[in-house]
């Protein structure tokens, strides 16, 4: 499962550039329409890449303190089913649900 894990976060890492790029791209102003929009869809995302690779760590965390696999909510066992789904799962199904419907 850590090799997992390990893949994962090689991945996302691999996906997204170095924390420098951010200030990085051209200010070409004949451009700028389509380099905003291109600019959105990178920062967009390096976000979700960030925040999965944030969960990643998270899990990791929870491998070395034992917790791995119980819901940081509940505290009950997330089923097997959705952590081969979602290695970084934090959370059962049901209180994703309710953490989903909260955000939105
Ligand atoms: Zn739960």
């Known amino acids: 499962m850590r090799d997992d894990l390990d893949r994962t976060i090689a991945t996302l ?20 329409g389509a380099t905003l929009s291109e600019a959105d869809r990178t920062d967009a995302l390096l976000h979700t890449a960030r925040g999965q690779r944030d969960e990643v760590l998270a899990a990791l965390a929870r491998i070395d303190e034992g917790t791995y ?31 989903a419907k909260r955000r939105r």
């Not at 996906?15 to 451009?31: I, K, N, T």
């Not at 940081?72 to 649900?97: H, K, W, Y």
């Open 69 to 99: 696999g119980q819901c940081v909510d509940c505290g009950d066992q997330i089923r097997p089913e959705r952590l081969d789904a979602r290695p970084d799962a934090a959370r059962c199904v049901s209180c994703q649900a309710k953490l």
């Open 13 to 32: 890492q691999g996906e997204r550039p170095g924390p420098a790029a951010d200030s990085g791209y051209p200010q070409d102003s004949a451009d700028a």
